[in-house]
């Protein structure tokens, strides 16, 4: 070893030591802040609720403060800092996960969403922003492992002790082994990515980027940045994250703690319906149908269908009186109900009260032909027995029967004739699209269908009145009650009085925003984050669009990418149901995929006729794409072959098989047999060393190693086979091998 070189590793070293110093200082600084709120937290406990439920909603609402602050700080263990800044005036900031003050309230760690830390991701050395100097600090557990800087402008002897690098985190980050769990790369977040994630909340933004481009932690950085940056908005009316699948969300469920947020609602478009889970796929044809706007007029036709006049006199005996209701008195009665503009069962109530009225009236009149003498008070009782009559129950849900969802749904698919009468003009090989038996368990793509029937429904009008008037008044004093105890604790704008009462109540269990938003369809968010928002359907936008009717949505997606049936072309045509108003924003720089594979799976997009954005990987493999040819009976084995092949160079690393949807259980039956429990199939399966999924389930997903089987077998499988091939080309990180069968051994 040189002198030189004896003197930048003594260097090092001094960095290395001066810089774990700082972190053990922010790690006891960081247990001290927990215990704080750990004892806080037991004292609340302790203290006598007193009598009142004042009393006793205020302290619900400290010690639910206090759980919330010490599950953030657990979450933000690992990895607390990851940056250091030194400014042209020599003045040092560290960027961390959260932000830190010591007892004297001076600022030790900046949170990376503050406007201070955005030059940590935004500054260049054509742009320096005020910054000489960026470090990144690599640890593992509380300890520092590695230190780097990037010195904008000259290099002067102090500097010659740095570890001089512009892109080593970055580098380390996206060659790290996959673990089924998407990285957190906040440190390591670029300035182009930045840029977007800072971007102002009002408004569509939609962002387009190819495989690799970090949309996916662009978009959850996002939520986590708005979060913290617009936290009155949005305490109470919360964030929705919604991706294509649970393993999806499984991915990325990790992500959003450790980023310092917690209660945002992580939702897939299976989940959208409350009450419903599911990720049933109908044929294509069928969904690219369920998917269209002629649904939503089609669902409209039907609920008014459900609103019938009697075709001829209907009679009914009261109390031994006959009487002749003519259809003329339900029609009326429909008219003025539909007058309302009311959903179907909300307006169901004045077409109820408005035919027992005219009844009323037409049976006193008859009484008093009859001779019989009708005071004005008799009246009520007239009204009492003609509402309890089990005939005239009978005639008026004949009439205007309530329904629900998933009632008029279900009759919907399992009744061809009432189908056929809704759409005349339609071919029957569209309506067959739709015939299901009525016990057939409701699809990703009846989810939108559903909610859309909920919206025209309403809520069915309940028997307990006067209960729901009473839980009314005491949630406004709940409401009072937290304006209180935010007020007495100092809190304001970190958490909402409407939160706090809906959350704290007596008796019932304590619900976190997230919580209540998740069972409540009518509930509207603050923002909604989309993910490969270039499946979703005309009709899922339109899901979307009730839920935040203030039409703050980041899209995040990759049009190439689209294999739905009911996917657009383009932006403009995909949102066109949310708005015609977006700011597109584009991802360029390909963080994930190596050239080689890059240039690899953009050529067989372009054979197929996709028209891909345009991006360029920041590294190269030192593995080339490996191309198997085969005959078609030895497709199994040389997959197993391929397996095998790849461990042996990474026995740590995750690894997909992703083939055609038919080729999926039979690979999986060969792999067990040669890896066992290693070895895993689908959704719930992510964690295993290796994993054989079909190629709609790999979407958003990422692995160190792939072996895509039978290419053109993905291609023919589906509609938009060729964007499902590209997605399988797109997941590797280190390695790919495709396996061609048909083109000899």
Do not use: C
């Not at 600022?107 to 830390?117: E, K, Y």
């Not at 969300?249 to 945002?264: A, C, H, M, R, W």
């Amino acid at each position: 070893m040189t002198t030189d070189s004896r003197t930048a590793a003594s260097g090092q070293s001094r960095e290395l030591d001066r810089e774990q110093a700082y972190l053990s200082r922010l790690y006891e600084r960081l247990d001290a802040v927990k215990a704080q709120a750990a004892d806080e937290l037991a004292r609340v406990r302790r203290a006598p609720a007193g009598g009142t439920h004042q009393n006793r909603s205020e302290r619900d609402a400290m010690a639910r403060i206090f759980e919330d602050r010490i599950a953030q700080l657990r979450e933000v263990d690992d990895r607390l800092a990851f940056g250091r800044l030194e400014t042209e005036q020599g003045d040092l900031r560290y960027i961390g996960r959260i932000g830190l003050r010591d007892e004297d309230l001076q600022p030790l760690l900046l949170d990376w969403r503050v406007p201070q830390a955005s030059a940590f991701y935004q500054a260049t050395a054509a742009q320096p922003l005020g910054i000489r100097a960026r470090r990144h600090l690599s640890t593992q557990g509380r300890a520092i492992t590695r230190i780097e800087d990037e010195v904008f402008g000259e290099v002067d002897v102090d500097d010659e002790e740095r570890q001089l690098t512009g892109e080593s985190a970055l580098m380390a980050a996206l060659t790290a082994q996959r673990t089924g769990r998407m990285q957190d790369i906040v440190g390591t977040i670029q300035a182009e990515q930045d840029r977007i994630i800072r971007s102002e909340l009002r408004g569509v933004l939609v962002v387009q980027g190819g495989p690799g481009t970090g949309k996916t932690a662009v978009a959850l950085h996002r939520a986590a940045y708005l979060l913290y940056t617009y936290r009155e908005r949005l305490a109470s009316s919360g964030l929705l994250v919604v991706g294509p699948s649970r393993s999806f969300l499984q991915y990325i469920e990790q992500v959003l703690p450790s980023l310092g947020e917690t209660g945002v609602v992580l939702s897939s478009v299976g989940q959208l319906y409350p009450g419903l889970d599911t990720q049933e796929e109908d044929a294509p044809a069928a969904a690219a149908l369920k998917g269209s706007l002629r649904m939503a007029e089609l669902l409209k036709r039907a609920v008014h269908s459900r609103q019938v006049v009697p075709k001829g006199t209907q009679v009914i005996e009261i109390n031994g009186e006959r009487l002749e209701v003519e259809p003329e008195l339900i029609a009326r009665a429909i008219r003025r109900a539909q007058d309302t503009r009311k959903p179907h069962n909300e307006a169901r109530v004045t077409f109820v009260s408005a035919a027992l009225a005219a009844l009323t009236a037409q049976l006193a009149e008859q009484l008093r032909d009859g001779g019989d003498t009708v005071e004005d008070d008799d009246l009520r009782m007239l009204r009492e027995d003609l509402r309890t009559s089990q005939e005239v129950r009978v005639l008026l849900n004949t009439a205007w029967l309530p329904l629900t969802p998933e009632k008029l749904l279900g009759d919907l698919y399992s009744r061809p004739s009432w189908l056929a009468s809704l759409t005349p003009t339609w071919p029957a090989e569209r309506r067959a699209l739709l015939a299901r038996p009525r016990e057939a368990p409701f699809t990703v793509a009846d989810v939108p269908l559903l909610d859309e029937a909920a919206e025209l429904l309403g809520e069915a009008p309940s028997a307990s009145g006067a209960a729901e008037a009473a839980a009314r008044r005491q949630r406004q004093l709940d409401i009072e009650n937290a304006e209180n105890a935010i007020r007495n604790m100092g809190v304001e704008g970190f958490v909402s009085a409407e939160s706090l009462a809906d959350n704290f109540t007596a008796t019932g269990p304590r619900l976190t925003a997230a919580e209540r938003a998740v069972t409540d369809r009518t509930w509207t968010y603050g923002h909604v984050v989309v993910d490969e928002a270039q499946e979703l359907s005309p009709m899922q936008w339109r899901l979307l669009r009730r839920r935040a009717p203030l039409r703050s949505f980041t899209i995040v997606g990759d049009i190439a990418q689209a294999s739905s049936p009911s996917a657009a072309s383009n932006w403009a045509d995909a949102v066109k149901p949310l708005t015609t108003d977006f700011t597109l924003e584009e991802l360029t720089v390909n963080y994930r995929t190596p050239t080689q594979i890059a240039q690899l799976a953009e050529a067989a997009a372009r054979q197929h006729g996709l028209d891909v954005t345009p991006s360029r990987s920041v590294r190269d493999s030192e593995w080339e794409p490996r191309r198997v040819r085969v005959a078609p009976a030895e497709v199994t084995g040389a997959t197993v072959r391929a397996v095998s092949f790849d461990t042996a160079i990474d026995a740590g690393g995750t690894l997909a098989v992703i083939a055609p949807d038919a080729r999926v259980a039979e690979l999986y039956a060969a792999l067990a047999q040669e890896y066992g429990a290693e070895a895993g199939r689908g959704l719930d399966t992510l964690s295993r060393r290796i994993t054989v999924l079909g190629p709609h389930t790999a979407k958003g997903l990422e692995f160190d190693s792939v072996v895509v089987v039978d290419p053109e077998g993905i291609v023919a499988g589906e509609p938009r086979g060729a964007s499902s091939l590209y997605v399988a080309l797109t997941r590797a990180t280190q390695r790919l091998t495709v396996i061609l069968p048909g083109e000899g051994s």
